[in-house]
T-cell receptor, first 117, second 115 residues
Framework: EAQVTQNPRYLITVTGKKLTVTCSQNMNHEYMSWYRQDPGLGLRQIYYSMNVEVTDKGDVPEGYKVSRKEKRNFPLILESPSPNQTSLYFC????????????????FGPGTRLTVL | KNQVEQSPQSLIILEGKNCTLQCNYTVSPFSNLRWYKQDTGRGPVSLTIMTFSENTKSNGRYTATLDADTKQSSLHITASQLSDSASYICVVSAAASGGSYIPTFGRGTSLIVHP
């Protein structure tokens, strides 16, 4: 089954304690990205990656890091979380290749609800 | 600055009725426009995607239209069902280098369908 998985799904942590949210996709997609969703603001892009070892900042990258060492994985790292990073996080992937079909659709993971105390 | 505006912000309709959601955008250079459905607490799910040359796309009871000249899109839902209650998000992407794209998200329209 084609899917994007995220772990953990829920996390409560304290200010300053480093954490990593994992994201994995099994569709061999080149493009992966991270979003945060806050009430009244909609989805905002944090970072994206066009392929392995290629990452770039989105609209709200401050306080976050990413890496893309493998095509299927795109972890989101919070080196020193702060309460303003309390949010619902989504990972998504898509293909750029013109191989036919719905190749430009972004497939979203189930979300990770993070609370930073 | 690229922007996507959706209206109305929220909408309540009775089961079986039709409704239309609007999306206006200022995104350049235009690559594609997508409509997503997001159930509460879950990830968005794609409904339709349209490029510049496409002015309508259907997915079951969902029909999206695109007017690239006026930079407007609409999502029409026919014969609404209780399961249509969700947030509907319009996403317009700008073309970027290497065949990639940079999405701009609307804030969504919250639809509630009452029995």
């Amino acid at each position: 089954e084609a899917q994007v998985t995220q772990n953990p799904r829920y996390l409560i942590t304290v200010t300053g304690k480093k954490l990593t949210v994992t994201c994995s996709q099994n569709m061999n997609h080149e493009y992966m990205s991270w979003y945060r969703q806050d009430p009244g603001l909609g989805l905002r892009q944090i970072y994206y990656s066009m392929n392995v070892e290629v990452t770039d900042k989105g609209d709200v990258p401050e306080g976050y890091k990413v890496s893309r060492k493998e095509k299927r994985n795109f972890p989101l790292i919070l080196e020193s979380p702060s309460p303003n990073q309390t949010s619902l996080y989504f990972c998504a992937s898509s293909s750029h290749l013109s191989s036919g079909g719905d190749h430009r659709t972004q497939y979203f993971g189930p979300g990770t609800r993070l609370t930073v105390l | 600055k690229n922007q996507v505006e959706q209206s109305p912000q929220s909408l309540i309709i009775l089961e079986g009725k039709n409704c239309t959601l609007q999306c206006n955008y200022t995104v350049s250079p235009f690559s594609n426009l997508r409509w997503y459905k997001q159930d509460t607490g879950r990830g968005p799910v794609s409904l339709t995607i349209m490029t510049f040359s496409e002015n309508t796309k259907s997915n079951g009871r969902y029909t999206a239209t695109l007017d690239a000249d006026t930079k407007q899109s609409s999502l029409h839902i026919t014969a609404s069902q209780l399961s249509d209650s969700a947030s509907y998000i319009c996403v317009v992407s700008a073309a970027a280098s290497g065949g990639s794209y940079i999405p701009t998200f609307g804030r969504g329209t919250s639809l509630i369908v009452h029995p």
